[in-house]
Structure formats: C-alpha cells, structure tokens
C-alpha cells in the first residue's frame, strides 16, 4: 500500500514566500487530478449498481419472453381444436417466420439507405473548397474519388491497420507499465485529504507572508534581523559623521566671523 504523497516543494521546512508559492503551483493539479481519479472511482462504484439494474431489466425481459411462449402454446392448442396440433403449431410457426423475414427484410433495406454512415457527400463538399482554396483552378475534383480496391488489397490495408491498433496498444500498456501503480479508492481519499491540509497550511503561509506591515514589524523587532545589524553597526558611524560634519559647519561659520 503507497503512502500519501504530500509533494512538498523546495527544501524540507522551506516556509519563504518563493518556497511556499511552488508548493501551492505544484500541489494544486495533483489534488485536482486525484480528485478527478476519486471521481472515476465513485463512477466506477455507482456503474456496478447500473449493471444490477440491467441485469434485473435482462430478467425481466427473460421472463417476458417465457410470456410470449405461453402465449404461442396458448394460440396453438386454441387452433388445435379445430385441426390437428402438429398443423396448428406449422400454421403459428409460419406466422412467426412471415413476420421475421419481413422485419429483417425491411431492417436490411433501411441500413443499406444509411451506410456509409459517415456524411461522404459533405466531407467531399468540404475537401473540394479546400482544393478550390490552396490550388485555385488547378485542383482536379477527381482526386477526390477513391479508387476501387481489390480484394486482396482491401486485406492488407486491413492488416496494417491491425498492425498499427496493435502497436498503438502495446506502446499504451508499456507506458501503462511504467507509470505510477493505480491507488485503490481509501488510498486516493488519504492523499486528497493530506494534501488538502498541506495546501491549506501553504495558503495561511503566504498570507502572512505577504502581510508587509507584518513582516516590516518582525524585521524591525528582531533583534537578528539584517535591518538591526546593520543599524548596530552603522549608527555610530553614522553619529560620528555627522557630528564631524556638524562640527565643520560650526568652525567655518566662526572663521568667517
């Protein structure tokens, strides 16, 4: 089981305001992202109830089929009364197959009025405006027609598609591999939930780093603070200075007396 991961940024204890800004930019996508992996976990939950549900409409039509055979044994023992069963199963049994053929007859009509079911004519539309734009008049609209394929070339374009599915798939799986293991759904909430605290803590972190009157009062109360030093070290150097230069100022104004 991984540990949460709170992906702190800089130095361990790193609390300036540069430190704690990459935190805040490095934490905030990784919360978003484990939030949204949470979210696909909760998907992933709710889908089982879904397939319950399917399963029990499945059931339900099962049972509903099993209705429409009492009903068939039902219409074949009423004619039965009035001819001999064996013909009276022929006769329901034909019913059933005039039906079927006309539904799959009709079924086989409509696909083929729809297929191909990309817009062939809009996409062609499409391409010779862009033809007519980068060439002008000397695009030729038969290039457009696809040329008919043979067999045998129709199974290797197959084939290289097959390929390529195939190397797309295996070159997903070895990144798949590589990556991070997946967090079970507790793990993802553990992390979520530490980072969430870890965010919060860098977001009052720099609120009060970017608080100047604050920061200007520490800095003056503190006695270690560069400001302090460097007034300790100056300041008498800077009363000499400037009583020597009061002290000149005075001697020439009585030289001049």
């Not at 935190?23 to 976990?41: G, H, M, T, V, Y």
């Not at 089982?48 to 039902?74: D, Q």
């Amino acid at each position: 089981m991984s540990s949460p991961r709170t992906d702190s940024a800089g130095a361990p204890g790193d609390n300036s305001l540069l430190g704690n800004a990459q935190a805040l930019f490095r934490l905030a996508p990784r919360q978003f992202s484990d939030e949204i992996s949470l979210a696909k976990a909760e998907l992933k939950s709710k889908a089982g109830l879904l397939g319950f549900g399917a399963g029990m409409f499945g059931a339900a039509l099962v049972v509903l089929g099993l209705l429409v055979i009492a009903l068939v044994v039902a219409a074949i023992m009423g004619l039965a009364t009035v001819m001999w069963p064996w013909l009276a199963a022929l006769v329901v049994a034909f019913f059933f197959l005039v039906l079927i053929a006309i539904a799959v007859l009709w079924g086989l009509k409509k696909v083929k009025q729809a297929l191909p079911l990309l817009p062939e004519e809009a996409i062609r539309g499409i391409k010779h405006d862009i033809g007519v734009l980068s060439q002008g008049a000397e695009f030729d609209p038969q290039t457009l027609v696809k040329p008919e394929l043979s067999k045998a070339e129709k199974q290797a374009l197959k084939e290289e598609k097959a390929a390529k599915a195939a190397e797309a798939k295996a070159e997903q799986e070895a990144k798949a591999a590589e990556a991070d293991p997946v967090p079970s759904e507790a793990e993802l909430r553990e992390r979520i939930e530490t980072r969430r605290k870890h965010l919060l803590r860098v977001r009052e972190s720099l609120i009060e780093r970017m608080d100047v009157k604050k920061q200007a009062k520490q800095l003056i109360d503190d006695p270690d603070s560069a400001l302090n030093q460097a007034r300790e070290r100056w300041l008498p150097w800077s009363i000499a200075a400037v009583s020597t230069a009061t002290f000149f100022v005075l001697l020439r104004k009585l030289l001049k007396r």
